[in-house]
C-alpha cells in the first residue's frame, strides 16, 4: 500500500514537528524560568524606584530647608568665614570705651576651630550699661564672637574698669563646606 503523502510533505513534516519540539524545549527550558526571573527582578526595580523617589523628595525638602536656613542665617556664615582683625576690632569698639586691649592668648588644650583673645577695658562710667551696649554690638559685628564669664568689673572713683576673655569663631579653610 502506497501512501498519498510526497517526500517533500514528510519533510516538512518532520522538519514542523522538529522545530514544533524544538519551541516547546526552549520554551520550558529558557523562557518561562527568566520569564519568573524577569517577574522578580522587575519587581524589586519597582520597590528600589520607589524608594529612590522617596529619597530624592527627601533631599528635595532637606535641600528646600537648607537653603531657607542659609538664607535666614547669612550674617552668621559670612561672620564665620571673615578673619579676625584685633586692630579693625578696637577701632570699632574704641568708642564705648576709655581704654580698649586685645592681645591673643595661646590655647590651652583642644581649641580647634577658634582664637582666644582677652579683652580689657576701661571707661569713665558710673554703670557697666555701656559695657552691655558693647555686648549688644557684639551681636552685629562682622565675627562670631563669645564673652567668657566670669566678667570682672573693678570700680576705681568714677571709673570702672573691666576685663573678660572671648573666643572669636574662624571657619577653618579645610573644613567639610557645601557650597
Do not use: C
Amino acid at each position: 500500500m502506497r501512501s498519498n503523502f510526497s517526500r517533500q510533505s514528510i519533510y516538512l513534516l518532520a522538519v514542523s514537528l522538529f522545530l514544533l519540539v524544538f519551541v516547546l524545549i526552549f520554551s520550558f527550558a529558557v523562557l518561562i524560568p527568566e520569564g519568573k526571573e524577569y517577574r522578580i527582578k522587575r519587581n524589586e526595580l519597582s520597590i528600589e524606584n520607589l524608594e529612590l523617589r522617596q529619597l530624592n523628595d527627601f533631599a528635595v525638602e532637606k535641600e528646600v530647608i537648607l537653603q531657607k536656613l542659609r538664607s535666614e542665617n547669612l550674617h552668621t556664615i559670612e561672620a564665620l568665614e571673615a578673619e579676625f582683625n584685633s586692630e579693625r576690632f578696637v577701632k570699632q569698639h574704641r568708642a564705648s570705651f576709655s581704654s580698649l586691649y586685645v592681645s591673643k592668648i595661646e590655647p590651652f588644650g583642644q581649641e580647634d576651630g577658634f582664637s582666644v583673645y582677652e579683652v580689657n577695658t576701661s571707661s569713665e562710667i558710673s554703670s557697666p550699661k555701656g559695657f552691655y551696649n558693647f555686648l549688644d554690638s557684639l551681636n552685629k559685628s562682622d565675627w562670631v564672637i563669645a564673652v567668657n564669664f566670669p566678667i570682672n568689673f573693678k570700680r576705681e572713683g568714677e571709673m570702672i574698669k573691666s576685663s573678660f576673655t572671648m573666643r572669636v569663631y574662624n571657619n577653618k579653610s579645610d573644613s567639610n563646606t557645601t557650597k
